[in-house]
């Protein structure tokens, strides 16, 4: 069982950064692939990006390649999204997922299996 717990949500005006983090429990995390999805009010959730479980590959949804970054540190079982050039239209609650396994381009929510409580992530025009 792992128990994801993000942090690092906020209000943020446009045009500016924040990074999320989100920390694992277990001794296994470096096994994991993690994915980021958000969900805005009256939508469903969508996929942000995803990283392997050794760090070494990323992919991103088109929306937010070239603003949003991906990485990990295995040691400190955390996994982060950085976020820069914030748009109104990234407002959203953000979550991380997991799934045990190298993985790679995972971007369907139902390939992980274990979520986070979700971030509130508010950025004003």
């Known amino acids: 069982q792992v128990q994801l717990v993000e942090s690092g949500g906020g209000l943020v005006q446009a045009g500016g950064s924040l990074r999320l983090s989100c920390v694992a429990s277990g001794r296994t995390f470096s096994s994991y692939a993690m994915g980021w999805f958000r969900q805005a009010p009256g939508k469903q959730r969508e996929f942000v990006g995803t990283?392997?479980?050794?760090?070494?590959?990323?992919y991103y949804t088109d929306s937010v390649k070239g603003r949003f970054t991906i990485s990990r540190d295995n040691a400190k079982n955390t996994v982060y999204l950085q976020m820069n050039s914030l748009k109104p239209e990234d407002t959203a609650v953000y979550y991380c997922?997991?799934?045990?396994?190298?993985?790679?381009?995972?971007?369907?929510?139902?390939?992980?299996?274990?979520w986070g409580q979700g971030t509130q992530v508010t950025v004003s025009s």
């Open positions: 990283i392997n479980s050794s760090g070494r590959s990323t």
């Open positions: 997922a997991a799934v045990r396994g190298a993985g790679r381009g995972l971007t369907q929510s139902h390939e992980y299996d274990y």
